[in-house]
């Protein structure tokens, strides 16, 4: 089985900072794209950011040059570094990742718990 666990979430003043982990682990052989959600009261769930695991990147145009997504292959960890925050950036964060449990396994996409960021105005 699979885990994650995200971390890093809290309460900040707009303009301010925040950097989520996601850290996976179980059974791992390899993990392919992993991925930064989130969901505010009363909407959808949204992408953030993606990552491949040769770190190629993509953004949601509402976080892009304040949001950057990376990751440590080595420790099968994901990070989400947020900056200059808005309160239209208060949400559940949710960290996604795709894992092959075995070499030649399909990869099954995980899912984390979540983490609340609430900006202040």
């Known amino acids: 089985q699979v885990q994650l666990v995200e971390s890093g979430g809290g309460l900040v003043q707009a303009g301010g900072s925040l950097r989520l982990s996601c850290a996976v682990s179980g059974s791992i052989f390899s993990i392919n794209v992993m991925a930064w959600y989130r969901q505010a009261p009363g909407k959808q769930r949204e992408l953030v950011a993606t990552?491949?695991?040769?770190?190629?990147?993509n953004y949601a145009d509402s976080v892009k040059g304040r949001f950057t997504i990376s990751r440590d292959n080595a420790k099968y960890t994901g990070y989400l570094q947020m900056n200059n925050l808005k309160p239209e950036d208060t949400a559940v964060y949710y960290c996604n990742a795709e894992v092959h449990t075995r070499r030649f396994s399909e990869s099954i996409s995980y899912w984390g718990q979540g983490t609340q960021v609430t900006v202040s105005s």
């Open positions: 990552i491949t695991s040769s770190g190629s990147t």
